[in-house]
């Protein structure tokens, strides 16, 4: 069965009950429409709204929820003892990132937060991670689009307060 | 100063932030990313890095940013996920601070993670016998030291950094033409050994310590005695001592105090010695103690001492005679105590350890080594500690059984690194700025450089 998703731009995608499904977002929305599986009629005469996210982003959303549609539920190590984990971003989801700039990663990012789709979100949140560590902060605010208005004497506030991290 | 505009609860802050963030709306017209992403969101990215970046980077991007990186909240849900768990007492305490136990902690596990990796350079033939005692220190210069005494009377002062440049590869290594991360460095020809001195005592030596930067290295011993020794151009030598009642199991000097020294010994006394002239002088002394007392460390005024009547026992230099708290340590004495900035930590016969509030010795909490280390309950098989440093964002723990590990701070830790075995029997270790350095009974001394 499918589900009619519509964007902010007015673009109705139909995608598969499980991969609407991948969304929680979307999930509890059809709860609360009493869309179900087994009930075709409930799905064709619904479809659900979703202002937050448009169609270019939409389309991308989907491409990876297709992808992952058959994941095993990744079970969320209950703190195993191990600190800080990193979140390993897969090759395909690597490849699937790669092209997006910046903007845009940030966009999907926002639309994965609102769907509720944790894989997703995740892959993003590390790989905008990894594209920010290392840099220094006046290349980070570049790439955040940030004027940073900053004196000289204010810096030199700042970083005084922090100076116990310095190497 | 335009700093307290950056404090989160300064009203004129946020007003500066809405300020600051209308005014890029209109500059920007195109995607903007902080539109896209909203301060939790920003948050949760930030999660993914090192809180060291976070703090001496991130936080300096703009004024938005030093708030996230620098919300109390965000710290927290951190600590969650690292599963910090600390006493609320030491939380509350106005010298603790949050961010620098994860993030220091964060820097230590990559520390600890590394020395697997790493050349390990075992040295010997410096001392016959058992090396009771070993602590690192740094010069003026920079320069790595140590020094060690032990069974064999006799005190050494090594040259870690020339150490390093003279480790080879055993002979049968060379032979296999193997690859090894073993080290042995041989002091027989005493290049690495840059002072030392012969029947320093006329018994065993059980401590031999320095103060960083300092000229002057003091040392304990079976025989009784309390001494300083001096480096001059012709080499060490003794430049003051005492002798006290009986065997000195415990020695350390006072922060910050050039003049005085606090001893402990066999027949139950703390003393706190005036060492400014030749001939020491016991100043103050307290004998709360009811059996040989092992070890003494301080901290500023305070003095903690610990003994075989498992006691710890808290006093101030100030009023010594009367000590100001006192706990007895459950099952088993405690061996070692480590005093960190905000807490102690006891390591006893047990493998047990026990966090302590520095203020009054409250217990606030107590782990199996081996338990956490290995999963394994030791209760049956005690394996005693030989050496504890508590830095206050970890602890390195030694156990007589030779295992050498790096715990998580906190009273439900996680260990660092598969715990090492040493081959033999250990006696001390020492932790300082990324340098381990390990004495061994069959007076060998095991060092890991900074990675």
């Known amino acids: 069965p499918n589900v009619k998703l519509v964007t902010s731009d007015n673009e109705e995608f139909v995608v598969d009950f499980r991969i609407a499904k991948m969304s929680v977002t979307v999930s509890r929305l059809m709860e609360a429409m009493n869309m179900s599986e087994t009930d075709d009629a409930s799905l064709l005469s619904n479809s659900i709204p979703l202002p937050n996210v448009t169609k270019a982003v939409m389309a991308r959303v989907i491409e990876w929820c297709e992808k992952h549609k058959n994941d095993e539920p990744k079970e969320e190590k209950e703190n195993d003892k191990r600190g800080r984990t990193t979140h390993v971003v897969s090759d395909w989801d690597k490849e699937f990132l790669k092209n997006d700039e910046f903007g845009r990663l940030c966009q999907l990012m926002g639309a994965a937060n609102y769907l509720e789709i944790k894989g997703l979100f995740n892959d993003i949140s590390q790989t905008i991670a990894n594209m920010i560590h290392g840099k220094k902060s006046d290349e980070i605010a570049e790439m955040f689009n940030i004027h940073c208005d900053l004196t000289e004497a204010e810096k030199k506030e700042i970083r005084k307060k922090t100076a116990w991290c310095e190497d | ?451």
């Open chain 2, 1 to 451: 100063s335009l700093l307290p505009l950056f404090f989160p609860f300064n009203p004129s802050f946020h007003l500066c932030l809405r300020t600051w963030a209308q005014s890029k709306r209109v500059v920007e017209m195109r995607i903007d990313s902080l539109d896209a992403l909203p301060p939790e969101l920003l948050q949760s990215i930030f999660g993914h890095l090192p809180a060291h970046f976070c703090l001496s980077t991130v936080a300096r991007v703009c004024p938005l940013f030093y708030r996230l990186v620098h919300d109390e909240n965000w710290w927290n849900g951190r600590k969650k996920a690292v599963g910090v768990v600390l006493d609320e007492r030491e939380e509350r305490r106005d010298n603790f601070s949050l961010q620098r136990v994860i993030c220091s902690g964060e820097r230590e596990e990559d520390r600890w993670r590394k020395l697997s990796t790493q050349t390990m350079y075992s040295i010997s033939g410096g001392h016959y016998g058992a090396i009771n005692t070993c602590k690192l220190y740094t010069e003026m210069s920079g320069g790595k030291r140590c020094v060690s005494a032990g069974r064999d009377r006799t005190i050494r002062l090594w040259d870690l950094d020339r150490v390093v440049t003279e480790a080879v590869l055993t002979e049968e290594e060379e032979e296999e033409g193997e690859t090894s991360n073993v080290r042995v460095v041989s002091g027989r020809e005493k290049k690495e050994i840059l002072h030392s001195v012969d029947d320093a005592h006329g018994g065993w030596i059980w401590i031999v310590t320095r103060p960083n930067s300092s000229n002057v290295t003091y040392s304990c011993g079976w025989d009784n005695m309390v001494k300083r020794w001096q480096i001059t151009p012709s080499g060490m030598k003794e430049s003051g001592g005492i002798s006290l009642s009986s065997a000195v199991l415990g020695l350390d000097w006072i922060d910050g105090s050039e003049n005085e020294l606090i001893s402990t010994t066999f027949l139950r006394r703390v003393s706190l010695l005036d060492v400014r002239e030749k001939m020491m002088e016991c100043k103050d002394e307290h004998s709360e103690h009811r059996n040989a007392v092992i070890g003494v460390t301080s901290k500023g005024k305070y003095v903690y001492s610990w003994g075989e009547d498992r006691l710890v026992v808290l006093s101030d230099i100030r009023n010594l005679s009367s000590p100001v708290a006192k706990v007895t340590i459950p099952r088993a004495y405690a061996s070692q105590l480590s005093i960190g900035p905000t807490s102690v930590v006891a390591g006893t016969m047990k493998g047990e350890c026990f966090y302590l509030d520095p203020i009054n010795l409250e217990t606030w909490g107590s782990f199996d080594v081996q338990e956490v280390c290995e999963g394994t309950a030791s209760k049956i098989s005690a394996n005693p500690l030989r050496g504890i440093i508590n830095t206050g964002h970890s602890l390195v723990t030694l156990s007589k059984l030779g295992k050498l590990n790096a715990l998580s701070y906190g009273l439900k830790p996680r260990s660092l690194i598969d715990s090492l075995k040493l081959d033999g029997e250990p006696s001390k270790v020492d932790y300082m700025n990324d340098d381990v350095i390990v004495s061994m009974g069959d007076g060998r001394l095991v060092y890991w450089s900074k990675p």
